[in-house]
């Protein structure tokens, strides 16, 4: 899934490379991932892009004063496209959920792949007519110590699910909370509200260190390298099996329905593992 530095590194090389244009049309081919009608997509023709933005995991496209909003989902991507065709693409079942032709012949797809779809495009007026933007908590390279450790006291669930968790802290995913716990030594399953002053102010460092590194490797890269660049950073997430780069442990999986986090034992856990089932006792 995009996260905040992905999506950040997108909107500048939407700044970069289609600011100034002008939309000359947009090809709607996955119906459902359009979640708005009014203003319709149509309304995007013949307007300038002016700005491109992130709020949290959305990624914003302004265009001559309406928003072209997007939430790329757990498997969507954007493919800058040289030399689009002129023919418009057929609906069906294919990857391809929106093409956005500018007026220089380039533009960008929308895709999706897999069948569960999550991928979703608003066109709005200002981007808090977004339910998921209005819902937003404070960015989380924004956030000051203070605010974060009231976060963390406020919140009754794991540290794993408050870092993830977009009305509480707005950006993180799954593969960045699972590299901030990592460099924060601390269980995934550790409770946010039992949290040390310590391990608060570890947690909050790790936050700006994971993200910030991420930021400086990804701004500033072509859009079709931004996923290679986000793997190469990673130290334990989507590793399963492989060597801790830090301790040299074996890096391990616990598994849920529909996802799974990483995580190093010595570094993290004391050395035990958790057991890989979603009832089990929790480390604390």
């Given amino acids: 899934m995009p996260e905040l530095p992905e999506v950040e590194a997108l909107a500048a090389f939407l700044r970069e490379n289609a600011v100034g244009r002008v939309v000359a049309r947009t090809d709607l081919t996955g119906l459902q991932a359009l979640k708005t009608f009014d203003p319709p997509l149509s309304a995007l023709s013949g ?3 002016t700005g491109a933005s992130r709020h949290g995991k959305f990624l914003d496209l ?3 004063g309406l928003h072209l909003v997007v939430h790329l989902a757990r498997a969507g991507w954007l493919h800058w496209r040289t030399a689009l065709p002129a023919a418009p693409p057929k609906p069906g079942k ?7 032709h500018l007026d220089d012949g ?5 895709t999706e792949q897999g069948t569960r779809k999550g991928l979703a495009v608003y066109v709005v007026r200002s ?3 977004v339910p998921g933007i209005e819902r937003l908590g404070p960015d989380a390279l924004e956030v000051d110590g203070d605010t974060f450790a009231r976060l963390m006291a406020g919140r009754s669930g794991q540290v794993k699910g408050a870092l993830t968790d977009q009305t509480l802290l707005s950006g993180i995913g799954n593969a960045y909370s699972d590299e901030i716990l990592h460099v924060a030594r601390l269980s995934p399953f550790k409770m946010a509200d039992k949290l040390t002053d310590d391990e608060v102010l570890r947690l909050h460092d790790a936050v700006r260190a994971v993200l910030t590194d991420a930021l400086q490797r990804q701004v500033g890269q072509q859009a079709a390298t931004l996923k290679g660049e986000k793997r190469s950073g990673l130290q334990v997430h989507a590793r399963t ?3 801790c780069p830090v301790c040299g442990d074996t890096v391990r999986e616990v598994s849920f329905a529909d996802t799974s986090l990483q995580y190093c034992p010595t570094c993290q856990t004391g050395g035990k593992p958790l057991a890989d089932r979603r009832m089990s006792k929790l480390l604390r």
């Fill in 241 to 243: 099996g492989l060597p």
């Fill in 127 to 129: 981007p808090a007519e």
């Fill in 62 to 64: 302004e265009v001559s």
């Fill in 106 to 110: 380039n533009g960008f797809d929308l």
């Fill in 94 to 100: 294919g990857p391809l959920a929106l093409r956005v």
């Fill in 47 to 49: 307007l300038e892009v």
